[in-house]
């Protein structure tokens, strides 16, 4: 913050912040804008209700909102990542568009990106350590990411 006030923020300087408000902002206004609505909230509730619908909703969400900003950038590739920040803008937009649960259904999209942009570069961060756990299903060892703490 400049002054110490909510009200004139100061630029991030992270390219993952950036990257994540951008991201945000852009799968918004495909659900805001009224040529696109329509077609995005039959996709979210299509993709609750069928793993087909669900993949096509992934798959128009990584063609229209994803590639086109990873292209020009040099984020880490992680498949996994890119499903978990998908998934956090499929849930604010099934809670905005779908549930229509207050007050998300009702916050200006400025609003909604400022909240929810932090979670999504949370999930894009290249991790500075690793823990291991093991599958309860499968008894195999897993290696999962930690995200360096205090980074912004």
Known sequence: MCCGCQNHPVPSLDPVDDFAEVL???FLTLCEN???RDRMVALVQGASGSAKGGRRLYA???RVVVHP?????SLPDSSIRWE????????IATLRYVVRLEPM???PVEDVVRLAAPGVAAVLRRPTARAEEVSERTGRRI?????RLGSR
């Open 24 to 26: 945000t902002r852009r």
């Open 34 to 36: 009224p040529r696109t």
């Open 60 to 62: 128009l969400i990584n």
């Open 69 to 73: 900003l990873t292209s020009r950038t």
């Open 84 to 91: 978990l920040a998908t998934s956090q803008l499929v849930g």
């Open 105 to 107: 259904a009702s916050l």
């Open 143 to 147: 290696v999962i990411p930690v995200p």
